[in-house]
């Protein structure tokens, strides 16, 4: 079973950078999705990130992103990272990691697909 511990939340100013890491452990398959999902207080779940668990697999983004966020992942390890630049008060939100743990042909973009989930990091954004 796949588990996910995410770390690196934190409080920084608006226009700050902030990078969020994904430690993934148990057997993972190239056909999974592996992304960020935010949840801000009092909002409901929310696409971040996403990408397919395999070397230069496809990547998507939630149409807030902007070009503000990169998801990237460590080949040599089962680490996912999200790098997060020009932040902005609204992007303050826990932060989860999460895994579509079955075969699906594109990259899970709503919340709602991805059925194994870390336990959250908060990320709080000071205007």
């Known amino acids: 079973q796949v588990q996910l511990v995410e770390s690196g939340g934190g409080v920084v100013q608006a226009g700050d950078s902030l990078s969020l890491r994904c430690v993934i452990s148990?057997?993972?398959?190239?056909?999974?999705?592996m992304g960020w999902i935010r949840q801000g207080p009092g909002k409901e779940r929310e696409f971040v990130a996403g990408?397919?668990?395999?070397?230069?697999?496809?990547?998507r983004y939630g149409d807030f992103v902007q070009g503000r966020f990169i998801i990237s992942r460590d080949t040599t390890r089962d680490i996912m990272f999200l790098h997060m630049k020009s932040l902005k008060p609204e992007d303050t939100a826990v932060y989860y990691c999460a895994a579509q743990t079955r075969r699906s042909p594109g990259v899970a973009t709503q919340a709602s697909e991805y059925d194994t989930w870390g336990q959250g990091t908060q990320v709080t954004v000071s205007s």
């Open positions: 148990g057997p993972t398959d190239r056909s999974y999705s």
């Open positions: 990408k397919k668990w395999t070397v230069g697999g496809p990547v």
